[in-house]
């Protein structure tokens, strides 16, 4: 027998528990049920809509996750090079804890990739700030000017080689590319950029870590007809 959705109505087969379109979990009647009987149920009546979030807490399970997360993936931490990792796995279990709370204990691909977006930018900010400040202090309280900035300057240099032997740019552009790239200000532009971009990086395996988390989970805590 063939239904539809309560809220997109789609089709739904009978034997789904949940709407393939929404999520929207679907009434249930038992095929052995005696007649007369109060057959239709949902498997909780007061559940929120799967499709939704629950802000507060999943705002405390994201922050709870990120912090360390951040951290992790920052320029202080040694596994620092695993920051995809750390918060694909940190957008998981954030959505894990949340649905924890809610019932049923399931949520969409999309509910989950929203928790897990959000988790990604709380740790991003984490890991932009723990990174910024470690260059500060490298550079103001420790005074490692000078190694940053001949760490930098060989950088560019074999930058400037790459370009010339790739032939994408002539002299005279080159030469102001590494002028403005060597100068104060473009050197902190270009370090600034750098972990801009790490962090957005960053917040797609956050979403992609957060649909992970549920999915996994709606395939274990999914009720069987």
């Known amino acids: 027998m063939e239904v539809t959705c309560n809220r997109c109505h789609q089709a739904v087969l009978a034997e789904n528990c949940y709407c ?9 009647y038992p095929a052995d ?7 239709p149920e ?12 629950d802000w507060k807490p999943a705002l405390r399970a994201a922050l709870l996750l990120a912090v360390p997360a951040g951290v992790l993936s920052s ?6 090079g695993f920051g ?7 957008a998981a279990w954030s959505v894990v804890l949340y649905m924890r709370s809610q019932r049923p204990a399931w949520i969409t ?39 940053i900035d001949a760490a930098w300057k060989a950088s560019v240099e074999a930058s400037q080689q790459l370009t010339a032997q790739m032939g994408i740019a002539d002299a005279a552009q080159m030469q102001t590319q590494k002028a403005l790239m060597l100068s104060p200000e473009g050197h902190a532009g270009f370090a600034t950029f750098g972990l801009i971009f790490n962090s957005a990086f960053l917040l797609l395996f956050a979403a992609a870590g957060g649909a ?11 009720p069987e007809v």
Request: with cysteine; glycine share 18%; charged share 10%.
């Open 33 to 39: 049920a005696p007649p007369g009987q109060h057959q």
């Open 42 to 53: 949902r498997w909780d009546g007061a559940a929120r809509d799967a499709g939704s979030v």
């Open 212 to 222: 992970l988390g549920a999915r996994l989970m709606g395939r274990t805590r999914q």
């Open 75 to 80: 320029g202080v931490s040694p596994l620092g």
């Open 109 to 147: 691909l999309g509910a989950g990739a929203r928790v897990g977006l959000v988790t990604g930018l709380l740790a991003g900010w984490v890991a932009f700030g723990v990174s910024g400040g470690q260059l500060f202090v490298q550079r103001f309280v420790l005074h490692q000017a000078t190694q």
């Open 20 to 28: 393939p379109a929404c999520g929207l979990p679907q009434l249930v």
């Open 84 to 90: 995809l990792f750390w918060m694909a796995a940190a």
